[in-house]
């Protein structure tokens, strides 16, 4: 594509449209700036709403997927890259996956996260390398993330995705979007032309991390690793986890602190085998039993746990 063409492209977008009703935003004081900022980013949940049927479709395609040992991995350039990197990267202590189970592709590798790498969104090939660096099967998700929707590093991904049988998904920010129609599941969240024009970090990021945070947290939730809205599944990697998990045992069961240290330290902190341990009064061994046995779904395995 020449850069003509490129340019051409660029401007049918909306998330690249020029807003000259803004074109004297630096002339503004900071107080002002800020309001019109803020009022900007108001609108994206409604853009988000808007898709809400589409999100929850993918959601509970990914969540079947991912039941029978398959992966959610983002892919994307740039801040669509880094977002994605961001999610999967938080799932390990939240959720206490495993990292392998959500993974994030940013174009150019780790060092993209803090620099552009040079040319890599462009390539749509190095999104296959990637992909088949990690030897995606029929089992995985792969999410392709793009504001624009053209980013070839995230077509790319979704494409050869698919050619192998795993599910995919587009996230962009446009209609019509050449990544949302190479995916099985296409997102398309419209938030119009953002603030400073094409800096879409703002409106379009916002949107993507709105719908990234419901993509993995609500497949957590289908896959048990929730009770109610505890996260029972936390990993106590350090102090303030270690307390976190004290205190999601105390409001999932009441107990005294004793009872909760007791029985933290006979599941080895697993804080799902403790609540599991004093709700059906029974032992560290029996509690992690049942809990294999209903697939890690704690209120399945007090159910059983009450035959």
């Known amino acids: 594509m020449t850069s003509h063409d490129l340019r ?72 669509a890259g880094r977002l994605g990197v961001l999610d999967a990267s938080e799932c390990p202590p939240t959720f206490n996956t495993d990292p392998a189970q959500v993974v994030g592709l940013i174009a150019g590798g780790p060092p993209a996260m803090v620099t552009s790498v040079e040319g890599a969104e462009d390539s749509g090939e190095l999104a296959r390398q990637d ?33 192998v049988g795993a599910l995919t998904i587009g996230l962009a920010c446009n209609e019509h979007s050449a990544l949302a129609a190479a995916a099985e599941h296409g997102i398309e969240v419209v938030v119009g032309p953002e603030l400073i024009t094409g800096s879409t970090r703002l409106k379009a990021g916002t949107a993507q991390k709105l719908v990234l945070n419901m993509l993995s947290t609500i497949t957590m939730i289908r896959l048990g ?13 350090n102090d303030k986890l270690r307390a976190r998990s004290r205190r999601i045992v105390s409001l999932a069961t009441g107990a005294g602190d004793d009872e909760i240290e007791r029985a933290l330290a006979e599941s080895g902190g697993e804080v799902k085998h403790a609540i599991l341990s004093l709700l059906a009064d029974v032992d560290g061994p029996t509690a992690g039993r049942l809990l294999e046995e209903s697939g890690g779904h704690l209120r399945a395995a007090l159910a059983h746990a009450a035959r």
């Open 225 to 237: 690793k929730t009770y109610g809205n505890l996260m029972v599944d936390v990993r106590a990697s």
């Open 8 to 79: 051409s492209q660029l401007a049918s977008l909306t998330t690249e449209a020029f807003r000259p009703e803004l074109a004297d935003i630096d002339r503004l004081c900071t107080l002002d700036i800020a309001r019109l900022m803020n009022g900007e980013d108001a609108t994206v949940p409604t853009a988000v709403a808007a898709q809400l049927p589409r999100i929850s479709a993918a959601i509970d395609a990914v969540a079947e997927r991912m039941a029978r040992g398959g992966r959610l991995i983002y892919a994307g350039a740039g801040t």
């Open 131 to 163: 992909l088949d660096a990690l030897k995606v099967t029929a089992d995985d998700t792969v999410v392709g993330v793009s504001a624009s929707g053209r980013t070839p590093y995230a077509v790319g991904a979704v494409e050869h995705a698919r050619a």
